[in-house]
């Protein structure tokens, strides 16, 4: 229980309303409330003086780590010289129009312009409007079905969280709704047909894929949207091959592809975007968490040349499009986007990604890989998960009720260290700030292997 003559958690259960919590439990004090204080590098601090490392790097977007002083100064210095202004009808500021040329300088190949928001829940609001628009300029107002997959996560508004695939985020919202499919995600691992190799198993995804174009009417598909690397639907890479064969369907049938690239955006894949990692080639990029590190809230769409060149024509032949958020470029904002991303270039952050996380996932491999209990341990980039099963050689999960995954998660936090059990399954995330060291992996690592080793003494 709470210390209940604690000003601060009393506030905290009389009157926040969080995201993601057991809403009755944490009001009656049968969770507690952290309270963060600090934090430096790869390291918080709450208020009482407890440190933690968090190998979650918040929400898989503190990418630069804590406590970059260039970047607090960027905010603190637009601030003070100009603290908000719109974007609406051309106008725009030094830090809004900069970075612009910086995300267009970095991005995959044929991209052009930016559309900025706040998170990358609007950000893919914003791409369904562009969607549709695009679809009604060029005449074929049938064509508005989006496809996503099982397991990905796109938002959890009304109709990104149609897009998203997950249960709990549409368990009791009436979602999803509106012209959204879903598709299967190509998780390798919960396969239905084990006896399928890699490569058999990319292909089954593009024929299923395909079956649903063609059941549902191409001319009534308008996109394909899917994240590079699975994310919060358990951190799952794609078979090799995956790519490649889904785009070889989407392009057969005048499909766009939109790359959400929220998690893996800015290097989190030891690449600067997942498209090009994988060989993506996107009409659309979702864009948020790593543009700032999460110093500032910041989202954006970044669109191709190809549906820039009709977005014109619309607007020639409709006036002003339609569409626009207060804070859209919000200065603050995007200085705090020029500093990170000056600063992820001048650290060499992006190389650190990539070799600090093939270390951890090497390092997790070698420690808990044999063990009876985890079923997988997998990852791209400085990203890895590991899943726990109840029998490994004939992959039986566990029953949902024990709640292994919440429960590894919690004993890991017990010794100082942050991962994320994932839904849907008993499934530990890692998602570290980019400067993480080989050290500070040994320490991810080590404090996983005893948290393991508590809670599968008592199952």
């Known amino acids: ?65 804590y406590g970059q002083q260039k970047i607090a100064d960027a905010i603190a210095a637009q601030a003070k010289t100009l603290a908000y202004y719109h974007s609406y009808v051309g106008h725009g500021t030094e830090a809004s129009i900069k970075l612009s040329k910086m995300i267009i300088d970095r991005a995959p190949q044929g991209m052009s312009r930016v559309y900025f928001g706040q998170s990358g ?13 695009y679809n009604n300029v060029l005449g074929r107002p049938e064509k508005k ?24 985020f549409h368990k009791a919202f009436d979602l999803p709704f509106g012209p959204i499919r879903h598709t299967e995600a190509p998780y390798f691992f919960r396969r239905p047909d084990r006896t399928m190799n890699k490569e058999q198993f990319a292909q089954s995804c593009a024929d299923k894929l395909e079956e649903m174009i063609l059941a549902e009417g191409p001319e009534t598909i308008a996109a394909f949207i899917g994240e590079p690397v699975l994310g919060t639907g358990g951190i799952v ?37 997942g498209s090009d990692h994988y060989g993506m080639k996107p009409d659309l990029i979702t864009i948020a968490k790593g543009l700032t590190s999460a110093y500032a809230p910041l989202s954006g ?6 549906m820039w060149q ?10 002003a499009i339609g569409h626009g958020w207060t804070y859209s470029a919000h200065p603050i904002c995007a200085a705090a986007g020029v500093a990170n991303l000056e600063l992820i270039d001048e650290l060499g952050l992006i190389a650190n990604a990539a070799d600090s996380g093939a270390y951890l996932r090497a390092e997790l491999a070698k420690a808990l890989g044999d063990h009876k209990n985890v079923g997988d341990v997998r990852g791209e980039g400085m990203l890895a998960a590991v899943e726990f099963v109840a029998d490994r050689d004939d992959r039986v999960f566990f029953d949902p009720a024990l709640k292994i995954g919440p429960q590894v998660s919690a004993a890991l936090a017990e010794r100082g260290v942050i991962g994320r059990g994932m839904p849907q399954g008993d499934i530990l995330g890692f998602a570290p700030p980019f400067c993480l060291t080989h050290e500070e992996a040994d320490i991810v690592v080590q404090a996983t292997v005893e948290a393991v080793g508590a809670v599968f003494e008592n199952v």
Not at 121 to 133: F, G, M, P, R, V
Not at 259 to 270: I, P, Q, S, Y
Not at 301 to 306: A, G, L, M
Not at 310 to 319: K, P
Request: hydrophobic share 40%; proline share 3%; charged share 20%.
């Open 1 to 65: 229980m709470l210390d209940q003559n604690n000003e601060l958690t009393a506030w905290d259960r009389d009157h926040f309303f969080h995201p993601s919590t057991h809403m009755g439990m944490h009001a009656r004090g049968e969770t507690a409330t952290r309270v963060i204080a600090t934090a430096e590098g790869v390291y918080i601090t709450d208020v009482n003086g407890r440190k933690s490392l968090d190998a979650f790097a918040g929400l898989y977007c503190v990418n630069a780590g």
């Open 121 to 133: 829940s609007d950000a893919n609001e914003t791409n369904i409007k562009l969607i549709w628009y």
């Open 145 to 168: 079905k989006i496809i996503s997959r099982w397991r990905g996560y796109h938002g959890s508004g009304l109709m990104t969280g149609s897009l998203t695939g997950l249960d709990v």
């Open 237 to 273: 890479p794609p078979p090799a091959g995956y790519w490649e064969k889904i785009q070889a369907v989407l392009t057969r049938y005048d499909i766009l592809l939109v790359a959400d690239e929220v998690v893996t955006g800015f290097g989190r894949l030891g690449t600067m975007f």
């Open 301 to 306: 769409t970044i669109v191709s040349e190809k």
């Open 310 to 319: 009709v977005l014109v024509q619309g607007s020639d032949a409709l006036g």
